[in-house]
C-alpha cells in the first residue's frame, strides 16, 4: 500500500507532465490540419483560420492585430523562419491585452526545428507558451 505522500508525488508528477497538452488542447483546434483550405499555396492566415479557437485578428487601439485571442492566451502565428518577430508580437500582444503571450510557429520542413528550438530558449525564459504546428505539406527529410 502506497502511503499518501507517495501517491501525491506521483499526482504532482501526472500533473505536471499534462499540463502542457492541456494547454495546447485548449488553445488550438486539434483537427486544424482537416480544417484547412484545399489549395497549393497556404497563407499564414489559412492556419490562423483553421486552428484559432478563439476571436481572430482581434484589433488592440493601436491597430495591431492579435492573430488569436483566447480566454487565457495572445497567440501570433508566424512561419518558422520568423520566430524572432512572432516572438516579439506576442509579448506585445500580451502586454497590450492582459492575456498571456503565445507562439506558434508554423514549421514547413523537419530543418525549421533548428528555428524552433531557437525560439524555445527565449519562450521558456520569458514565460511565452510555445506551439509548433506542422504545416499541410510537412517535408521531414527536406533537403532544402
Known amino acids: 500500500m502506497l502511503k499518501k505522500p507517495v501517491v501525491f508525488l506521483l499526482f504532482i508528477i501526472i500533473l505536471l507532465v499534462s499540463i502542457p497538452v492541456l494547454c495546447q488542447i485548449f488553445v488550438l483546434n486539434q483537427n486544424g490540419n482537416n480544417l484547412l483550405p484545399e489549395k497549393e499555396k497556404l497563407r499564414e492566415s489559412d492556419y490562423v483560420n483553421a486552428y484559432c479557437k478563439g476571436t481572430k485578428e482581434y484589433v488592440l487601439p493601436d491597430k495591431t492585430r492579435i492573430d488569436c ?21 506576442a509579448l506585445w500582444y500580451a502586454h497590450n491585452s492582459g492575456k498571456k503571450p503565445c507562439l506558434v510557429l508554423i514549421l514547413k520542413t523537419q530543418k525549421d526545428y533548428i528555428y524552433f528550438d531557437r525560439a524555445k530558449i527565449l519562450c521558456d525564459k520569458y514565460n511565452v507558451h510555445l506551439i509548433d504546428i506542422k504545416s499541410k505539406n510537412f517535408q521531414a527529410n527536406s533537403i532544402k
Open 69 to 89: 485571442l483566447t480566454e487565457q492566451y495572445a497567440c501570433e502565428f508566424d512561419w518558422a523562419k520568423k520566430w524572432y518577430e512572432g516572438f516579439g508580437q
